[in-house]
Nanobody, 114 residues
Framework: QVQLVESGGGLVQPGGSLRLSCAAS????????MGWYRQAPGKQRELVAG???????NYAGSVRGRFTISRDNAKKTVYLQMDSLKPEDTAVYYC????????WGQGTQVTVSS
């Protein structure tokens, strides 16, 4: 059974950092491109960062230089290190394949506010 479980979100002040994790099961993880997505209230879900099976990365312009995506194939886990967070980063964050093709997990809420 395919399952994606995101964790690591929370409330953080502007300029702070968070590290998100996404554990995958039932997926051929090591050969899959993976991505982090986010959905803010009233907005469509958008791709934030992606990483190929070979480790190449890409980022949305709004987060480039602040966020870093990485993966651990042995643990079937993908990470998102988020630094210099801004209020506009507030959203529910999800992981999935890139492009998304798996059932969505529950996501993890990130709130950036003073």
């Amino acid at each position: 059974q395919v399952q994606l479980v995101e964790s690591g979100g929370g409330l953080v002040q502007p300029g702070g950092s968070l590290r998100l994790s996404c554990a995958a099961s039932g997926v051929a993880f090591s050969i899959a491109s993976m991505g982090w997505y986010r959905q803010a209230p009233g907005k469509q879900r958008e791709l934030v960062a992606g990483i190929t099976d070979g480790g190449s990365t890409n980022y949305a312009g709004s987060v480039r230089g602040r966020f870093t995506i990485s993966r651990d194939n042995a643990k079937k886990t993908v990470y998102l290190q988020m630094d210099s967070l801004k209020p506009e980063d507030t959203a529910v964050y999800y992981c999935n394949r890139g492009p998304p093709s798996l059932p969505w997990g529950q996501g993890t809420q990130v709130t950036v506010s003073s």
